[in-house]
């Protein structure tokens, strides 16, 4: 299924909500060393600085991570051969999407046995942008944009859509979209009462210029009742307790108030780095994790900024790193990698002993201090990513 470019293109601008100038490097990618996290590098506590992109010095696993040595299979699991990363005793299931080939696929990949498995295969002109899976495991909420009418382009403006985590039935409607040019992006699903999402609008000003604005709204599942959280937002991120929401906003601010939004704190200078976004909890919620690029400015603008008079904030399209932060705001940010990708998004997994992110380069863990990286999945993989497992 070949995606038409301009969707491509057009989701990037899409998920860049924001309204600043984009100020990035574009620094040569660098491959992560695939060496597999030890319990002698992991994890470091949290006051012991982390160097700069050193990779754990620990033997290599049972063998280098290929894509080969996961792909979908029908063989059942029980006469699978261990996985490339057995000695990491990882547990739980990945739920993310990722091209296999120039084909779009929401894709679980389970962690005890390497078996990856197709949930849901978008028809012919369909676009997936992100997923995410409820509390009890059972369901999945995406942003998707089904084929649009015969001969027409598919731009990429999704609606909220659920389905069965197992994959049994096709996408239903959530929330739709009240104007053709709204989307609906960056959602999460942390608590069984509401889902969190970011929702970008057409705004048409005094000159008839029209701008593009997103926020940070929730819906509450059961009523379909929506409120707006934060204006001007977005990727929106609850901590594990459920007490406290992490944000950005259009003027780069990495921000944590309460999960209505009431209080919000704005606990990183907008001005250490050109743009940041993704953030996530540690499972202690005392840290806050956070993907961003390099902090020395250089001019970026993409096409869509150019024919569209929009200027983005948003480091999802540049090459970029982890870093962390305490969650209050004390502290100076602290680098985790020095990896430069594209695309990050991750989730703690149990006990919070790895970190699993996806880039457009694949799917990897890492511990909690950026140590130990290994490339679990060497696929193209967007949007979003969810470790789900037994809590």
Avoid at 128 to 133: C, F, G, K, R, W
Avoid at 255 to 269: K, S, Y
Avoid at 305 to 320: E, F, I, N, Q, R
């Amino acid at each position: 299924m070949k995606k038409r470019f301009i969707l491509l293109t057009f989701i990037a601008l899409l998920a860049a909500c924001s309204i600043e100038v984009s100020d990035s490097p574009t620094p040569t990618a660098v491959q992560p060393t695939e060496s597999a996290p030890t319990e002698e590098s992991s994890p470091i506590p949290a006051d012991t600085p982390a160097g700069e992109g050193e990779e754990a010095e620990t033997p290599a696993a049972t063998g280098p991570a290929t894509e080969e040595a996961v792909e979908p299979t029908d063989t059942p699991a029980a006469t699978l051969a261990p996985p490339p990363w057995a000695d990491f005793n990882l547990s739980g299931t990945l739920v993310y999407i990722a091209f296999v080939g120039e084909q779009q696929n929401l894709l679980r990949l389970d962690l005890v046995t390497g078996e990856e498995t197709t949930l849901f295969d978008p028809p012919d002109e369909a676009w997936l942008s992100d997923v995410a899976v409820s509390p009890d495991g059972n369901q999945l909420v995406l942003t998707y944009a089904p084929p649009p009418p015969e001969g027409q382009t598919q731009f990429g403006f999704t609606d909220l859509y659920l389905m069965p985590a197992d994959g049994s039935a096709e996408p239903r409607p959530l929330l739709l979209r009240s104007a053709p040019s709204e989307t609906y992006f960056n959602v999460s699903w942390p608590t069984d009462e509401h889902i969190y999402y970011a929702h970008l609008t057409p705004r048409t000003l005094d000159d008839g210029t029209i701008m593009y604005v997103s926020q940070v709204e929730r819906v509450q599942v059961a009523e379909n009742e929506v409120e707006v959280i934060a204006e001007a937002a977005a990727w929106p991120r609850v901590s594990s307790d459920g007490s406290r929401l992490a944000y950005v906003t259009d003027e780069n601010e990495l921000t944590v108030a309460d999960a209505d939004g009431a209080d919000p704190q704005v606990i990183l200078d907008p001005a250490f780095f050109p743009a940041v976004d993704a953030p996530v909890f540690s499972p202690d919620n005392s840290l806050l994790y956070f993907s961003a690029i390099e902090p020395e400015p250089a001019s970026s603008f993409s096409l869509w900024d150019w024919l569209m008079g929009v200027k983005v904030a948003y480091a999802h399209t540049v090459p970029s790193d982890w870093w962390r932060i305490p969650a209050d705001g004390s502290g100076t940010p602290e680098r985790l990698t020095n990896i430069y990708e594209i695309g990050m998004y991750g989730d703690f997994g149990p006990e919070g002993r790895y970190l699993a992110f996806i880039t457009t380069q694949g799917v990897q863990i890492m511990n909690p201090d950026g140590t130990g990286l290994f490339r679990l999945r060497s696929i193209a993989a967007t949007g979003t990513l969810n470790w789900v497992y037994d809590r």
